[in-house]
């Protein structure tokens, strides 16, 4: 058995060539950059009124000025501005390349063509400056960085309309057993309904990636078959269940049957003692346990942190906060518990068992209490990974 980081820098290892493609903005929500993405032009694109109010000469504030025009978003004052006078702006709008200040109008007095100021203003007061918030040259967004939907906003704001992203990662879900049931009825005869398949289809909507699952029972010439058959079309594979040692656990012969090599199988973690990666040539496969819980855990811990890694990001890194309590760690393996986070610590959630998934529903972090400690008492500080930023 290996440790918990070990397997897990074995697994961030298994890097694939996933192509790119380019892509409109509209289309790219969600995905991940394939490369660095440098601005060809200034933001703002000129000086910019930040407020509705006046534009004018801050060394000229003192005296009465006369309005001899407006600048409305969307247009450009052209003409010169004489001494002494200045232009009524709104938010948005170019100022005039004579006026160095702008004053809100809640400060201003207006009488006919005529203004005067109660609140002095320093020079360059509420414009934005071109190249305030990039220039050209910079990098917006570095390789690896995912596409949401203020970035689509800064992209449409600079005028860029097609980008460079990795492709969709293929999955494709294997989940054997032969005791799931169709309907209420076969509950009689000892069947179980499945939660495996659904929940990772849930949890992959959010990914760039396309997901399909199916049931096997447990069979090892099945199994063998689909796993043939799955593997072309894959850049991950996935199983659950069956890769334990039992009579009925064929997920790692199967894979061995179509020359995919071990590069571990089993990790000094409970839950997820049995879990299991292997490899043939571009796709990866992930051997998990059956039970719900474990399956959840081992995507947090592992599959999504690998997803980020081939899509150019870098991995979720463990971030250290205080326990709300003391725990007991019971074994010699490391502990994967899920918690949230109170006033003054992490509060430990009920209902752990690696059956179980209402703990995980509720939990914000997942706490990984290592095998070298047996007792954590209340204010010690524990690894854990932020579940509520996994994708």
Known sequence: MIHVEEARKICLSQRLEL???????????????????????PHPFFDVSAVDGY????????????????????????SEIPHNCCVRIFTGATVPKDCDTVIMQEFSERNGDHVSFNKQQNQGANIRKSGGQIRPGDIIFKKGERINASALGLLRSLGIHVVSVY??????????????ANSIAELEEGKIFDSN????????RDWPCEFNYQLCQDDLDSLSEMVKELSEQSDLLILTGGVSVGDYDFSRAALEANNFDVLFHKVKQKPGKPLLLARQAECVAFGLPGNPRSVLISLELYIKDWMKVNLGANPRKWIMLPLKEKHKRRG???????????????????????HMLQSLARA???????????????????????????S
């Open 55 to 78: 534009a004018f000469r801050a060394a000229e504030q003192d005296s009465e000025l006369k309005v001899i025009g407006e600048v409305p978003a969307g247009s450009l004052y052209e």
């Open 19 to 41: 192509q790119t493609e380019s892509l409109s903005i509209e289309e790219a929500q969600g995905r991940f950059l394939a490369k660095d993405l440098t601005a060809e032009l």
């Open 364 to 390: 914000d972090y997942l706490i990984h209490f290592q095998e070298n400690k047996s007792l954590f008492r209340a204010g010690d500080l524990v690894e854990c990974l932020d579940l509520r930023n996994g």
């Open 332 to 354: 010699d393996r490391a502990e994967l518990l899920s918690a949230t986070y109170e006033d003054d610590g992490l509060k430990l959630n009920e209902h752990q068992a690696s």
């Open 197 to 204: 398949g659904l929940s990772l289809e849930a949890e992959f």
């Open 167 to 180: 492709r969709k990662i293929r999955i494709n879900c294997i989940v054997t057993g032969s005791e799931f």
